[in-house]
């Protein structure tokens, strides 16, 4: 999910409350812890306008249809191949059913920025169902939206998505820890070793909060737990799937998969718009992630649908890639090829803390 809550999840001193662009209000502290080979040709106008008014582009729909047809495509794909469980292989139902869990954990992040209607609380009904288990939709919602106050991005305490860390916290850390945290600036230590630590760090500050019950946090799990049982009475009555299997062999492969995108998504950069990549010419895991590759468009506009993405991408091209400052990937095998065995980053920030910027 990188938009991927749980990736570094810490705590330190609050700061006054700020509030997001939806009205929600936020406490950055304590929540802390593609396109083809080319750029279509386009008229002079059009990418004069792409580069003029960005920031305008949002829902041209009160209800987008495909994304409807996805959403009931993705839940009855995942009800028809669990249901397969003992009478097909297990080695075919859990690479699709891992498949299904990750593209249900695209359309939930698309369904976080207010698609696919004009309607809030149809919206959230779509995408509370936990499939996955682990990660309440509210609680993603409320960390993933926190990591689009763009000017923190990779910030180590205000970005809740940031893998980087202060060097006073690196430097209070046991010695097998930064281990394992080294180990994940390499995609395959990112996808073997990552696919546990982000969830079990994820639930160890979440634990945290329900303790304190800090933000009503415990509704949410209420709530959250409810909506397991229809899911988990599936699994194991009907479907007679143990658990610990569906855990083991389809939602920590969708984890696996979710991390190769978030993997080069970010990097610290003194320049916010320079921190966002871009991954073109994605076309195995680009639709899996609902186009999220293309990840310097979608945070500039993220309430533009996934299926508009590529037309838009390909009219901005040229300016995207110059405002990110060229932070551009090949395909996820250019991501793999430059780091497989070559850490993408340092594990502390460069700087320590992203800058605050200074009204001019």
Not at 31 to 39: F, H, L, R, T
Not at 73 to 96: D, E, F, K, M, N
Not at 99 to 117: A, G, M, N
Not at 239 to 253: E, K
Request: hydrophobic share 45%; proline share 8%; net charge positive.
């Amino acid at each position: 999910m990188s938009d991927d809550p749980g990736n570094a999840y810490r705590v330190t001193t609050a700061p006054a409350p700020a509030m997001l662009e939806d009205g929600i209000s936020y406490n950055r502290a304590a929540i802390v812890s593609n396109a083809g080979p080319c750029p279509m040709s386009a008229t002079t106008s059009q990418r004069g306008a792409a580069r003029e008014a960005p920031r305008r582009w949002t829902r041209t729909a009160a209800v987008e249809i495909p994304t409807l047809l996805l959403l009931v495509l993705c839940y009855g794909g995942w009800l028809a191949i669990t249901y397969a469980y003992g009478r097909w292989p297990l080695w075919i139902v859990a690479p699709i059913g891992a498949v299904l869990l990750t593209l249900h954990s695209s359309l939930q992040h698309e369904i976080l920025h207010d698609h696919p209607t004009r309607w809030p609380a149809l919206n959230r009904m779509l995408g509370m169902v936990p499939l996955s288990f682990w990660l309440p939709y509210e609680r993603y919602k409320q960390t993933h939206l926190v990591h689009h106050t763009d000017a923190r991005i990779t910030d180590p305490l205000d970005d809740p998505e940031s893998f980087y860390w202060t060097p006073e916290d690196l430097a209070r850390m046991q010695p097998l820890v930064r281990v394992f945290l080294s180990l994940q600036q390499t995609l395959p230590g990112r996808l073997v070793v990552g696919s546990f630590w982000r969830i079990a760090n994820f639930w160890r500050h979440e634990l945290i909060k329900l303790w304190r019950n800090q933000e009503r946090i415990r509704l949410v799990w209420l709530e959250h737990l409810l909506w397991c049982v229809p899911v988990i009475v599936w699994v194991t009555v009907v479907c007679h799937m143990p658990l610990w299997l569906y855990v083991v062999a389809l939602v920590l492969p969708s984890n696996a998969i979710l991390l190769v995108r978030s993997f080069a998504e970010h990097r610290a950069s003194a320049e916010p718009r320079h921190r966002t990549a871009i991954v073109e010419r994605s076309w195995i895991l680009g639709p899996l992630y609902l186009f999220n590759n293309l990840h310097s468009l979608h945070h500039e506009a993220p309430r533009v649908p996934w299926y508009e993405y590529n037309a838009r991408y390909r009219l901005a091209r040229d300016r995207l890639i110059a405002e990110n400052g060229g932070l551009l990937y090949v395909t996820y095998f250019d991501v793999a090829r430059r780091f497989m065995f070559r850490p993408h980053d340092t594990l502390p920030h460069p700087t320590g803390r992203v800058p605050s910027r200074q009204p001019s």
